[in-house]
């Protein structure tokens, strides 16, 4: 089966920076996602790994290590507009995409 | 371009009706994905439909299913609705369904069964 774990919540004060865990144990893998959840709203595409190392997209950076099953989202220069679930997402042997239940980021002033 | 219909966005209905889910993916792209989300469960995958084929499924009931038409809208039916069936459903349009793909979200509709 799938299992993929990320922490449930965070607090983290706007300008500093916050790293988002996800654990991932699936069949077969064929590449990772994150995405942003505002409340009461879609889930929007941030970043794919498929190769282990770090991909950087201006605030945002995504990391992979596949023999470790293991992911990390970075986010720098926190703003408030940052509060929202980050979602991990994994694409198994079959391209299924199976979501982990979402790490709640709070930013605070 | 547009994005990812969904509709209704709200619906309320009784435990044991029916009821069916629209969604009208992007134009162009052929694979739409169907979520259940849910608080305590998160984003539970339902069922992939890639050129009116249903390519993946999750481990849902019988009483779950859907249907793409070759325009590549899709619908997904719950039938005998239980309480446990509230919960936002959303959809997800990719351009195919290869693994780099990125999917797109709709908004989703809101459920509650009462």
């Known amino acids: 089966g799938q299992n993929i774990d990320q922490p449930t919540e965070m607090t983290a004060t706007e300008g500093a920076i916050v790293q988002i865990n996800c654990t991932y144990q699936?069949?077969?893998?064929?590449?990772l996602f994150w995405y942003q959840q505002h409340a009461g709203e879609a889930p929007t595409f941030l970043s794919y790994?498929?190769?282990?190392g770090l991909e950087e997209k201006g605030r945002f950076s995504s990391f992979l290590s596949r023999s470790k099953g293991y992911s990390y989202l970075l986010l720098k220069e926190l703003q408030m507009k940052d509060s929202a679930s980050y979602l991990c997402?994994?694409?198994?042997?079959?391209?299924?995409?199976?979501f982990g239940k979402g790490n709640q980021v709070v930013v605070i002033p | 371009k547009a994005g990812v219909t969904q509709t209704p966005r709200y619906l309320i209905k009784t435990r044991g009706q029916q009821v069916t889910l629209s969604c009208s993916p992007i134009?162009?792209?052929?694979?739409v994905s169907w979520y259940q989300q849910t608080p305590g469960q998160g984003l539970q995958f339902l069922f992939e439909?890639?050129?009116?084929?249903?390519?993946n499924k999750g481990n849902f009931p019988g009483r779950f299913s859907g249907r793409q038409f070759s325009n590549s809208r899709s619908e997904m039916n719950v039938s005998t609705l239980e309480l446990g069936d509230s919960a936002l459903y959303l959809c997800?349009?990719?351009?195919?369904?290869?693994?780099?793909?990125?999917?797109?979200f709709g908004q989703g509709t809101r459920l509650t069964v009462v």
């Open positions: 134009s162009g792209h052929r694979s």
């Open positions: 997800a349009s990719s351009l195919d369904s290869g693994p780099n793909t990125e999917a797109f």
């Open positions: 699936t069949s077969g893998f064929n590449g």
């Open positions: 439909y890639f050129s009116e084929t249903q390519r």
């Open positions: 997402a994994v694409r198994d042997g079959n391209n299924r995409l199976a």
């Open positions: 790994n498929v190769l282990d």
